[in-house]
């Protein structure tokens, strides 16, 4: 089975901190995501990366960045914490097109910012 | 841009009531459509995938279809339990892109 592996279920952080949410996968897939989710605002695409070093922004990257040294692991990063950054934050893996592109996603990482 | 809508937002069903769950988007365009169940403050659990090139996929009591023309996927609940209730996504993954767009879900409740 598929694993993708957020590091925190839960995490309080206070405004101004740099936050780091970390997410692993164990299929050798190629392709991760970060979204947030938010109610009534769904799901939205914060970044995407098709390789190890490559990136793309989502939807609504500002305030976000991203690190991806390694093949399976994706990490998001909060530069500088804000209120408005309270949300469930999930990371999904998927194969490139061509492949089984079933896309699987973690557990979720529910961010409070106080 | 690609617009993906879930109506209803939410449905009450007693349990054993068969259902149709509706998901629609915009651009149809699209390489493959899956749905999703999430559980309260859980992530998402895939439920089935639809190659574009496909018109259905089953999994248990669960049958979804695609109508990649008119833009419109259904996801069938045979049999409902109340193991059932959670909240459904479809999304898709549109041409030009392998970025997943979602709806904002149905909360399906069923009661015992």
């Known amino acids: 089975d598929v694993k993708v592996t957020q590091s925190s279920r839960y995490l309080v952080k206070r405004t101004g901190e740099k936050v780091f949410l970390e997410c692993v996968q164990d299929?050798?897939?190629?392709?991760m995501f970060w979204y947030r989710q938010d109610p009534g605002l769904g799901l939205r695409l914060i970044y995407f990366?098709?390789?190890?070093?490559?990136?793309e922004k989502g939807d609504i990257p500002e305030g976000y960045s991203v690190s991806r040294e390694k093949k399976e692991r994706f990490s998001l990063i909060l530069e500088s914490a804000s209120t408005n950054q309270t949300s469930m934050y999930l990371c999904?893996?998927?194969?490139?097109?061509?492949?089984?592109?079933?896309?699987?996603f973690g557990q979720g990482t529910r961010l409070t910012v106080v | 841009k690609q617009e993906v809508t879930q109506i209803p937002a939410a449905l009450s069903v007693p349990e054993g009531e068969n259902l149709v769950l509706n998901c629609s988007f915009t651009?149809?365009?699209?390489?493959?459509l899956q749905w999703f169940r999430q559980d309260p403050g859980k992530g998402l659990t895939s439920l089935l995938l639809?190659?574009?090139?496909?018109r259905e996929q089953t999994s248990g009591r669960l049958n979804a279809s695609l109508d990649k023309s008119s833009g419109r996927s259904t996801l069938y609940i045979a049999a409902s339990q109340p193991g059932d209730s959670a909240t459904y996504l479809c999304?898709?993954?549109?041409?030009?892109?392998?970025?997943?767009?979602f709806g904002k879900g149905t909360k399906l409740t069923v009661n015992p």
């Open positions: 639809i190659q574009s090139s496909q």
């Open positions: 990366s098709y390789d190890v070093k490559m990136k």
């Open positions: 999904a893996s998927s194969a490139p097109r061509g492949l089984d592109t079933e896309a699987f």
């Open positions: 651009d149809s365009a699209i390489y493959n």
């Open positions: 999304a898709v993954d549109q041409g030009g892109s392998e970025k997943l767009v």
């Open positions: 299929m050798d897939h190629e392709n």
